[in-house]
């Protein structure tokens, strides 16, 4: 579908915000087009893609994201939210990073230590960021929670980082 028939079926179910978490840089060309031809009536809100679902970074990814300041204007139709950050699988038939039940028995991808998260998630942050982690397994939840911790050290979540669950 279109942008204009997502839109018109958004609408028609009444829904009048709608939020993306994940962006690469095709669609950051494709929606401002969009809303600067007057064709956007409802609030957008794009996250963009620091990795992909499967935990590689192509080129057009990385911190191209920083070329884009996160906005956070009253009244603006379209946004950009944050960063979107994969930290385990469960997208191209890859398992969600687990701990093992049984020695040698764990499964899944984990795509950082927690050192690598914090930087990722330190470097979004402290560009003004919200930062959406995509985290299912129950060691790459504890990897986003323990990375997040480190970057927020003790102080308040003022730019709401979260953790989804879903790509």
Not at 57 to 85: M, S
Not at 119 to 146: E, K, M, P
Request: charged content about 15%; some cysteine; aromatic content about 8%.
């Amino acid at each position: 579908m279109t942008l204009g028939m997502t839109q018109q079926k958004l609408i028609e179910n009444g829904i009048t915000t709608a939020g993306d978490l994940f962006n690469n840089t095709i669609d950051l060309v494709e929606m401002p087009a969009f809303a600067g031809a007057g064709g956007l009536k409802i609030r957008a809100s794009l996250y963009l893609s620091y990795n992909g679902p499967c935990g590689d970074v192509p080129t057009d990814l990385g911190n191209w994201y920083q070329l884009h300041a996160p906005t956070r204007g009253f009244g603006e139709l379209l946004r950009i939210g944050g960063v979107k950050i994969f930290v385990d699988g469960g997208s191209c038939n890859r398992d969600a990073r687990s701990y093992e039940l049984t020695p040698g028995g764990g499964f899944g991808n984990l795509y950082f230590t927690v050192a690598e998260l914090v930087a990722v998630i330190g470097n979004g942050h402290d560009r003004g960021y919200q930062v959406a982690l995509h985290s299912i397994g129950d060691r790459a939840v504890d990897t986003a929670q323990q990375a997040l911790s480190v970057v927020l050290g003790g102080g308040l979540n003022t730019l709401r980082h979260r953790r989804n669950t879903t790509a």
